[in-house]
């Protein structure tokens, strides 16, 4: 019996527990209890979450602007005529724009890079949205004042900050990164020494 | 009394790389001057208030406590003792460094000095920190790895014939792994001729201290040369694709064509 033939004669609660054991974050057991739970469920439980998977991947797209997750295309945020046309700021992943909308006090656009620059993961600028900001930028009818680079505080976002920094620097455009520090409700005595110097450097006037 | 007292290790560390898992933790890779290489679990490294997470980044050298745990140890206190901050405010530097610490990553293995491996890293790193050449900082770095893990190339003697090699008769065999006289270079399928300059220069990284290496001229005709020799060498002696070689490149054309005065632009905004 070959590989084909096997998966084929395997029974079909077998290939939904591969098929839940494949999500990130689950386990072969969290794994079994999910397919067992779908198994007792209701037929109709089930046909919705079959649909809404099905339905999920056949209208979620990728915005031809800012690159982030949408069923509209252009999305929404794009064609918003309240938020700020000149800023862009640029994010990791589409979670990370929920997180700053979230905040309700950053009114410009996004743009989803899809990853990060990791070179040793084999992850280059070329793998990232980076060719499309740069034509976004270039193309667009309303001059760019501002490209916030909003990538994680760690090694790689840094690489990631100082590439687009280099890249969009000759546009004049003005590139800005999240100020770095303490987090609220930190206690500073196990603050690492690049937070503290970081939270130094960009320190801040307590009475304006 | 009974139950097992979890074995609890304090030693210092550079981290190499981290992956996530689950929600809020991390693995960590790093590498010790006793222990050699070490994954650990840094939990909760991922949430904003942790106590860890700032202290087991990459490129950072640190010192950890680790419990030992069924499968991973877990670390339990870190505390940075260099986080090498100039090099993360500089691309150039950062790439050579995401280089030197891959490099490092792949080539330890079991059976291998690693106190001697954790030393040349951290003084690699120093040096690319103070503002020494990257190039010069990686190529000493590159040989002296290879010396102790024991596929240094062989610069000095014909390796098919085993005679001294005058520079200007030395043809180069990456797959024999070393010069070649002129003579015996019909004997290997991929012997090739060398400039003379680039074996010279190779012979002074060999030889000379890394102060008197810094003293050396090197065209950017020639730098490339020698990376390219180098990446190609490794490549093909130790079977392993270097994925972070290339940013090197990328990085310096972006360097390059935007120009110097943007350094640090990132952070003046």
Same mark, same amino acid.
């Given at each position: 019996?070959?590989?084909? +033939?096997?998966?084929?004669?395997?029974?079909?609660?077998?290939?939904?527990?591969?098929?839940?054991?494949?999500?990130?974050?689950?386990?072969?057991?969290? @794994?079994?209890?999910?397919?067992?739970?779908?198994?007792?469920?209701?037929?109709?439980?089930?046909?919705?979450?079959?649909?809404?998977?099905?339905?999920?991947?056949?209208?979620?797209?990728? $915005?031809?602007? $800012?690159?982030?997750?949408?069923?509209?295309? #252009? $999305?929404?945020?794009?064609?918003?005529?309240?938020?700020?046309?000149?800023?862009?700021?640029?994010? +990791?992943? #589409?979670?990370?724009?929920?997180?700053? +909308?979230?905040?309700?006090?950053?009114?410009?656009?996004?743009?989803?890079?899809?990853?990060?620059?990791?070179?040793?993961?084999?992850?280059?600028?070329?793998?990232?949205?980076? @060719?499309?900001?740069?034509?976004?930028?270039?193309?667009? +009818?309303?001059?760019?004042?501002?490209?916030?680079?909003?990538?994680?505080?760690?090694?790689?976002?840094?690489?990631?900050?100082?590439?687009? @920094?280099?890249?969009?620097?000759?546009?004049?455009?003005?590139?800005?990164?999240? @100020?770095?520090?303490?987090?609220?409700?930190?206690?500073?005595?196990?603050?690492?020494?690049?937070?503290?110097?970081?939270?130094?450097?960009?320190?801040?006037?307590?009475?304006? | 009394?009974?139950?097992?007292?979890?074995?609890?290790?304090?030693?210092?560390?550079?981290?190499?790389?981290?992956?996530?898992?689950?929600?809020?933790?991390?693995?960590?890779?790093?590498?010790?001057?006793?222990?050699?290489?070490?994954?650990?679990?840094?939990?909760?490294?991922?949430?904003?208030?942790?106590?860890?997470?700032?202290?087991?980044?990459?490129?950072?050298?640190?010192?950890?406590?680790?419990?030992?745990?069924?499968?991973?140890?877990?670390?339990?206190?870190?505390?940075?003792?260099?986080?090498?901050?100039?090099?993360?405010?500089?691309?150039?530097?950062?790439?050579?460094? &995401?280089?030197?610490?891959?490099?490092?990553?792949? &080539?330890?293995?079991?059976?291998?000095?690693?106190?001697?491996?954790?030393?040349?890293?951290?003084?690699?790193?120093?040096?690319?920190?103070?503002?020494?050449?990257?190039?010069?900082?990686?190529?000493? *770095?590159?040989?002296?790895?290879?010396?102790?893990?024991?596929?240094?190339?062989?610069?000095?003697?014909?390796?098919?014939?085993?005679?001294?090699?005058?520079?200007?008769?030395?043809?180069?065999?990456?797959?024999?792994?070393?010069?070649?006289?002129?003579?015996?270079?019909?004997?290997? *399928?991929?012997?090739?001729?060398?400039?003379?300059?680039?074996?010279?220069?190779?012979?002074?990284?060999?030889?000379?201290?890394? =102060? =008197?290496?810094?003293?050396?001229?090197?065209?950017?005709?020639?730098?490339?040369?020698?990376?390219?020799?180098? &990446?190609?060498?490794?490549?093909?002696?130790?079977?392993?694709?270097?994925?972070?070689?290339?940013?090197?490149?990328?990085?310096?054309?972006?360097?390059?064509?935007?120009?110097?005065?943007?350094?640090?632009?990132?952070?003046?905004?």
């Amino acid at each position: 019996m070959n590989q084909y +033939e096997r998966r084929n004669s395997q029974s079909p609660i077998t290939t939904l527990v591969e098929a839940f054991n494949r999500l990130p974050g689950i386990g072969p057991k969290s @794994a079994q209890r999910l397919a067992y739970h779908v198994l007792r469920a209701p037929e109709k439980e089930a046909q919705e979450l079959a649909n809404s998977l099905l339905e999920v991947k056949r209208s979620i797209t990728l $915005c031809d602007f $800012c690159q982030n997750l949408t069923d509209l295309n #252009p $999305c929404r945020i794009c064609t918003d005529s309240k938020r700020d046309f000149k800023t862009i700021c640029v994010v +990791e992943e #589409p979670l990370d724009v929920q997180a700053l +909308e979230r905040t309700g006090s950053y009114m410009g656009l996004y743009h989803v890079l899809h990853g990060v620059i990791a070179p040793s993961d084999g992850i280059g600028p070329s793998d990232l949205k980076i @060719a499309e900001l740069l034509k976004r930028i270039r193309d667009s +009818e309303v001059e760019i004042d501002e490209v916030i680079v909003a990538t994680n505080p760690n090694l790689e976002g840094d690489a990631t900050s100082m590439y687009l @920094a280099r890249l969009l620097g000759p546009l004049g455009i003005n590139i800005t990164h999240l @100020a770095r520090g303490l987090p609220a409700g930190a206690d500073l005595e196990y603050a690492d020494d690049v937070t503290l110097n970081r939270a130094l450097e960009f320190r801040q006037k307590v009475l304006d | 009394m009974s139950g097992r007292i979890p074995r609890v290790i304090k030693t210092k560390a550079i981290v190499l790389a981290h992956r996530r898992l689950g929600d809020a933790d991390r693995i960590v890779t790093m590498i010790t001057p006793q222990q050699g290489k070490v994954d650990a679990v840094a939990k909760g490294a991922l949430k904003p208030k942790s106590k860890l997470a700032g202290h087991v980044e990459p490129l950072t050298l640190t010192e950890v406590s680790l419990a030992h745990g069924r499968t991973l140890d877990i670390i339990t206190q870190a505390q940075t003792q260099n986080a090498y901050l100039p090099i993360k405010s500089d691309l150039q530097k950062m790439s050579t460094a &995401f280089y030197l610490l891959e490099l490092t990553n792949r &080539f330890l293995i079991e059976d291998v000095d690693a106190g001697q491996i954790f030393e040349l890293l951290d003084s690699s790193l120093t040096r690319l920190s103070d503002g020494k050449k990257s190039q010069f900082v990686t190529r000493v *770095f590159e040989f002296s790895l290879l010396r102790v893990i024991g596929i240094k190339p062989e610069l000095m003697k014909c390796v098919i014939t085993g005679k001294d090699v005058d520079a200007e008769k030395a043809y180069w065999s990456m797959v024999q792994g070393g010069v070649v006289h002129v003579d015996s270079s019909v004997k290997t *399928f991929d012997a090739r001729p060398l400039e003379s300059r680039v074996i010279r220069v190779l012979r002074a990284i060999e030889f000379l201290s890394f =102060e =008197e290496i810094c003293r050396i001229k090197i065209d950017p005709q020639l730098s490339m040369m020698l990376e390219n020799m180098m &990446f190609e060498f490794i490549q093909v002696q130790s079977e392993l694709v270097i994925k972070s070689s290339s940013f090197m490149g990328e990085a310096r054309r972006v360097i390059a064509s935007s120009g110097t005065e943007l350094n640090n632009s990132s952070r003046d905004g």
